[in-house]
Nanobody, 116 residues
Framework: QVQLVESGGGLVQPGGSLRLSCAVSGAIVRINAMGWYRQAPGKQRGLVALITIGGGTDYADSVKGRFTISRDNAKNTVYLQMNSLKPEDTAVYYC??????????WGQGTQVTVSS
């Protein structure tokens, strides 16, 4: 069974930085895309950033230039470096993977709160 374990969330002041990690275990087929999504109270879950196995990336417009997604294929781990955080970045952040068969898995989520 595939497990995604997220870490790195917390409380940070506006303008600060956080780094999220998502370690994937139990996968028996290749993981193609890995991504981060977020959901704020009363809002739908939406894409933050995505990275393919080849290193191609995609970002939500609201985080371009501030967030960077990266992955370590050998460790099946994806990272999200978040800089210049704003209060509107406050949300639960979820890790998602998609394997070569098209199956997707989600992590349990980690809370990010940006507040002074």
């Amino acid at each position: 069974q595939v497990q995604l374990v997220e870490s790195g969330g917390g409380l940070v002041q506006p303008g600060g930085s956080l780094r999220l990690s998502c370690a994937v275990s139990g996968a028996i087929v290749r993981i193609n895309a890995m991504g981060w999504y977020r959901q704020a109270p009363g809002k739908q879950r939406g894409l933050v950033a995505l990275i393919t196995i080849g290193g191609g990336t995609d970002y939500a417009d609201s985080v371009k230039g501030r967030f960077t997604i990266s992955r370590d294929n050998a460790k099946n781990t994806v990272y999200l470096q978040m800089n210049s955080l704003k209060p509107e970045d406050t949300a639960v952040y979820y890790c998602k993977t998609e394997d070569e068969l098209g199956h997707t898995d989600w992590g349990q989520g980690t809370q990010v709160t940006v507040s002074s």
